[in-house]
C-alpha cells in the first residue's frame, strides 16, 4: 500500500491535517509511539485504511473502541464521508486529553463524528452495525466488549499482530464465531481480523 491513500483531494487534504496535528500534540500526550511518528502515513494511516476496507459496510454505526489517538476510527470516520456518508462514527476514549485531540482533529478536518469521554464498559450500549479496535486488549476481551456494542448481526474487526493465532485460539475456548484472517497491506506477519456470529461458549 502506497504511503498516501487513493483518495479524493477533499479527503486527502483532512488526513493531512490529522496527520499534522498528531505530529504536533504527539510530544504532550504521547498518542502514538514516537518512533512511528515518521512513518505516520503507512504505520496509521494506512494501517487504518485497510480495516475501514475489511468491513465492507457503507451504513449504520461503526464503534470504534479505545480510539487513542483516532487510528482506526477518526481515519474511518474521514474515509466514510466519501465512501460510506450514510455510515455514523462513534469513538469511544477514557482518555480526557486524547478526546481533547480527536475534538481537534475532527473539528479542523470539518468530520462529524460522536467522541464519548468514558469506558468502554461505562458507555451504554450502541447496537453498533460495526465494531473495530486496534492494540487495545487480547482478543476474548474485545469479544466481549463488541458484544456489548454491536447489534445482533453486527461486524468486528481488529488488526492483530504476530501472535493473532495464539489470540484466536485461547478466544476460542470462551466463544463461538466465524472469522476471516486477511492479511495485512502494512506489516507482513499481521492480519486484519473480520468476526462475525459472535456468541458466548
Do not use: Y
Amino acid at each position: 500500500m502506497s504511503a498516501r491513500p487513493d483518495v479524493s483531494r477533499e479527503t486527502l487534504e483532512r488526513l493531512e491535517i490529522f496527520v499534522r496535528l498528531l505530529r504536533q500534540w504527539n510530544p504532550r500526550i504521547n498518542l502514538v509511539s514516537k518512533s512511528t511518528l515518521d512513518d505516520a502515513w503507512n504505520r496509521h494511516v494506512a494501517d487504518s485504511v485497510q480495516v475501514f476496507e475489511a468491513s465492507r459496510q457503507a451504513s449504520g454505526l461503526w464503534v470504534d473502541m479505545g480510539s487513542g489517538g483516532g487510528f482506526p476510527g477518526l481515519v474511518i470516520a474521514i474515509l466514510a464521508l466519501e465512501r460510506a456518508p450514510a455510515l455514523q462514527v462513534k469513538l469511544i476514549e477514557s482518555d480526557q486529553r486524547k478526546c481533547a485531540f480527536l475534538r481537534t482533529v475532527a473539528r479542523e478536518a470539518g468530520v462529524s463524528v460522536s467522541i464519548k469521554a468514558r469506558r468502554i464498559e461505562d458507555e451504554p450500549p450502541s447496537q453498533a452495525s460495526v465494531i473495530s479496535a486496534r492494540a487495545l486488549a487480547p482478543l476474548t476481551d474485545l469479544l466481549q466488549f463488541s458484544q456489548r456494542h454491536g447489534s445482533e448481526d453486527h461486524v468486528a474487526i481488529f488488526p492483530k499482530g504476530r501472535s493473532w493465532r495464539d489470540e484466536l485460539a485461547v478466544a476460542r475456548t470462551r466463544w463461538r464465531f466465524q472469522h476471516e484472517a486477511l492479511q495485512s497491506k502494512t506489516d507482513a506477519e499481521a492480519v486484519i481480523l473480520r468476526i462475525e456470529e459472535i456468541e458466548h461458549v
